[in-house]
């Protein structure tokens, strides 16, 4: 049996891995701010360990006697600096691997991050990458999984309030898609393996690459809206949209934007190719069943 720490355990990802290590016998150990949110997987047999990840020291005790972390960072969206708050977090992740002599990280990254900058949202992740090449001695895996299909459910607000879908993303452009669930089955299987040594990374590009006029498509039959259009936004508009919404402060609606221009460009999608091993099983049109049931709650 090993021991594993699992951060944003009740996240989407967070929440199929550790329930993954827990069927599989392990001991696992879940961060997450509220006590509250854990109480599903402690239920499982999970230590629920309720605190922040802004708080180094908690970290490093978290972290003591783990035979491997997954570390995700998940900064507040409406900070008044995004990336300065993602820098703090994968600095506490790094000190606290540091200090508690972790051997194994997982530390969840993304496509693009290997532009270090200029894919918005994502360079917070690509520093985070840096930092720990700088750590001898242990195995570290960077996990890059693609856009995910959750992110499309953005769609809905604009299809309710407008009669379109839209995004600054451009229509025609093909681009892979994940679901949440199949990272994190992904995740769970190189934890539970621990065969990955020095400092390696793992792109999880999802079932196919798709453009958002087929999203949106494929949405739409599964809303009974079969004619529905999909716009691309100007993207000052989009950053106006997004903060009008609710959905993000300013500096992340910028950097949300950021990432779409690096998908427009092809920046964000120059350092991989496609093959089975990198590809997943779920598909865009099963994933609209998700979208179909959000759509109607909301």
Not at 36 to 63: M, T, V
Not at 84 to 100: P, R, S
Not at 197 to 215: A, C, F, P
């Amino acid at each position: 049996m090993k021991t594993y720490v699992i951060t944003g355990a009740t996240g989407k990802i967070g929440k199929i891995l550790a329930g993954e290590l827990l069927a599989q016998g392990q001991k696992v150990k879940v961060i997450a701010r509220s006590a509250d949110k854990l109480k599903e997987l402690a239920d499982q047999g999970a230590e629920a360990i309720p605190g922040s990840i802004y708080d180094r020291n908690f970290l490093i005790e978290a972290f003591k006697g783990a035979d491997a972390v997954f570390c995700l960072v998940m900064p507040d969206m409406f900070a008044a600096d995004v990336l300065k708050e993602q820098k703090l977090i994968a600095e506490n992740y790094f000190e606290a691997v540091k200090a508690a002599k972790v051997p194994n990280v997982v530390l969840l990254s993304s496509v693009g991050a290997h532009l270090r900058k200029g894919a918005g949202i994502v360079d917070g992740l690509g520093y985070m990458e840096e930092l720990f090449l700088q750590l001898k001695g242990l195995n570290v895996l960077n996990l890059r999984p693609t856009y995910f299909m959750e992110n499309t459910l953005g769609l809905i607000g604009t299809i309710k309030q407008m009669g379109i879908a839209g995004t600054p993303v451009n229509a025609d452009v093909k681009f892979p898609m994940v679901a949440t669930k199949d990272i994190g089955a992904v995740a769970a299987k190189r934890l539970l393996e621990l065969n990955f040594t020095g400092n390696t990374t793992e792109y999880v590009l999802g079932q196919r690459d798709i453009s958002y006029t087929e999203v949106t498509a494929i949405a739409g039959q599964s809303i009974g809206k079969p004619g529905l259009q999909y716009m691309q936004f100007p993207y000052e508009d989009a950053i106006k949209g997004m903060v009008a919404s609710g959905f993000c402060g300013t500096d992340a609606a910028r950097l949300m934007v950021d990432l779409a221009r690096a998908i427009n460009d092809g920046t964000l999608l120059s350092d991989y190719k496609r093959t089975t091993a990198n590809s997943t099983p779920t598909t865009y049109e099963e994933f609209s069943k998700v979208f179909a049931w959000v759509y109607q709650q909301i």
